[in-house]
């Protein structure tokens, strides 16, 4: 059974870098899979970040794309989000989910179980 | 302004089935598969349809969904509090080479 784990400061300065990783259990990432990261701006919706294949390829949401990097560690098992220059608007709490290939099309059906990232001085 | 639109609340009463549009276009719904989430309070959504129509293992056939043109619904038959939840669509977005969700739509039992 996957399991994901976000990890990652909770408090950013703004005009910062966020780093937020995102670790993977019980099996691998080098997989038919991709995986996403999905934030959640207080009481607010569901809004993509992007996603990642295990060879390293990426799709960025088009409003974010100039800020967001999306990097795989094989080696770790892991996923990884940088958002730079952060504001206020970017506070939200943030989910890493695997995009599993489901009779040949993909759904995120498995989540992490989110981090809130402050964008505060 | 969300890529797919969703009513911002539905309610029921226990035993009832009530029913969650969702509304988008020919580069996502219209072009796509379409899946629904539920997000209990303070937790992470959860998949409870993909492709449509289809339900993952553990999900009780009380719920269904449906797809026609650009539009999809979600239904849930005999409604129970358990249910009470905020639900979202989703689908892929040829246009914006991305994934689209809906603004969510807030399920209250009465």
């Known amino acids: 059974q996957v399991q994901l784990q976000e990890s990652g400061p909770g408090l950013v300065n703004p005009s910062g870098t966020l780093s937020l990783t995102c670790a993977v259990s019980?099996?691998?990432?080098?997989?038919?899979?991709?995986w996403s990261w999905v934030r959640q701006p207080p009481g607010k919706g569901l809004e993509w970040v992007g996603e990642?294949?295990?060879?390293?390829?990426?799709n960025y949401n088009p409003s974010l794309k100039s800020r967001v990097t999306i990097s795989v560690d094989k080696s770790k098992n892991q996923f990884s989000l940088n958002l730079s220059s952060v504001t206020a608007a970017d506070t939200a709490v943030y989910y890493c989910?695997?995009?599993?290939?489901?009779?040949?099309?993909?759904?995120?059906?498995?989540w992490g179980q989110g981090t809130t990232v402050t964008v505060s001085s | 302004q969300s890529a797919l639109t969703q009513p911002p609340s539905a309610s029921g009463t226990p035993g009832q089935r009530v029913t969650i549009s969702c509304s988008g276009s020919?580069?996502?719904?219209?072009?796509?598969?379409v899946h629904w989430y539920k997000q209990l309070p303070g937790t992470a959504p959860k998949l409870l349809i993909y492709?449509?129509?289809q339900r993952p293992s553990g999900v009780p056939d009380r719920f269904s969904g449906s797809k026609s043109g650009t539009s999809a619904s979600l239904a849930i038959s005999g409604l129970r509090s358990e249910d009470e939840a905020d639900y979202y669509c989703?689908?892929?977005?040829?246009?914006?080479?991305?994934?689209?969700f809906g603004g969510g739509t807030k399920l209250t039992v009465l």
């Open positions: 989910a695997r995009d599993g290939r489901l009779n040949s099309h993909y759904a995120m059906d498995v």
């Open positions: 019980g099996g691998s990432i080098s997989t038919t899979d991709w």
């Open positions: 990642i294949y295990q060879s390293g390829r990426t």
């Open positions: 020919r580069s996502n719904i219209g072009s796509n598969y």
């Open positions: 492709d449509n129509n």
């Open positions: 989703a689908a892929w977005d040829d246009s914006l080479s991305g994934v689209v």
